[in-house]
């Protein structure tokens, strides 16, 4: 079996959870947008921005604002609506500067893994800025090589396309069984590499989707880092550091 | 003479040194680049950041994108320019978070004003959402009538037209003598409310332009607002809580 020489994460619910923060963040904006004057009870409000949310694409400033579109409560004869998704904005980004962390096992482990020489990276989907943030926030950029930060939304090709693994594998470069993934989604994450070869690891704890009723087979399954970190002992003879 | 019933502000270098602001701002982004692996020299990128600022308006990701694309430098072949990006957004908002803070006397000052009865209220030039952003930031909002908030962007009128002044008194509604605008530009805030008759008060202290050369004169030229306390307890009968 050819030596293991490198491992790339997916972000978004394998090394934080997205689903808990973003409940968090949304929670503290719709509740700062009460405190501003927005007249309607918190449920309501957040059932609509969960609507706004799942039919605009990524801008959130302009999410409050169809937000208020949308309710209009009865608040805004009173007060300028500006003053109400300035909270919510604030709040929001109040909220990732304090609640942006990784699941408490992943700097430990990225430590251990580049002290046993292992070469750290990233392939993630979504919107360029909004992922390099998420890696500057986690505190996850230093040990990740700078230049093996693949955004689907930077190079043009979308999850689950295996082209945004291949891409990868040659810029590195590497052999596909030279290279291990780990990600939460199996349709998204798990399949696609696996096609090319690479050893995938399917990150379970924070899963929307699992693996049943599909023909997905990731080569691991781990529920935290340690589980990972004991299989890359065992079965890959990575020499880990306890953590 | 009437009674002084509504004072309105101005915001920036009014309310807090937008300048100074700025500058820190500009210099933890530039600072947080180079740490993400931006290698040029601090003067040039910040340089190079000012010309950027001033070609194009008010969208500081893309602003940081162009930042990059005009330096073109050697890292980028090692780093990917998202996370030297997001470094610098990251650190532009984590300055607002912690070093958007009104003039010390502001908040003495607007409470003092409540609690002597007058309205209060905002007729400010910008983007909507950062001109609410700063009011949210710097803990203005609860003192100022919510409705009382007019900004050019949202009405579509620019400084320097009187007409947003016209609109703001028509709105309140206020004869323009029974209202006070204080405001740091001549030109910008000076000139135009006193030509429809309102009581003008220039903040001098954060003025990037002085009255010489032009021919506008205020009513009143303070330093800081114990000095505008003084004269609307002296020259307007408000019974002012001193601070």
Redesign the interface.
Known sequence: MPQLKAILFDIDDTLFSTTEFAHKARRNAVRAMLQ??LDLPEAVVERELEEVLAEFSSNY?HHFDKLLMRLRPPSL????P??I???G??AY??T??RELVPFDDVLPLLGALRKAGLRLGVITHGW??K???K???LGL?PFLE??A?F?SD?IGISKPNPKLWTLALADMPLLPQEAMYVGDSPEHDIAPPRTLGMITVWAARAAKHGLDGTAIQPDHTVHDFRELAAILRERYGVRLDPF
């Not at 004869?77 to 300028?80: D, I, K, P, S």
């Open positions: 501003a004057g400033e004869a009173r007060v300028n500006a003053l998704v300035a909270a904005v604030a980004h109040d990732k500067f360029t800025v992922q390099a943030e890696l500057v926030r950029v700078p230049s930060v955004i930077q």
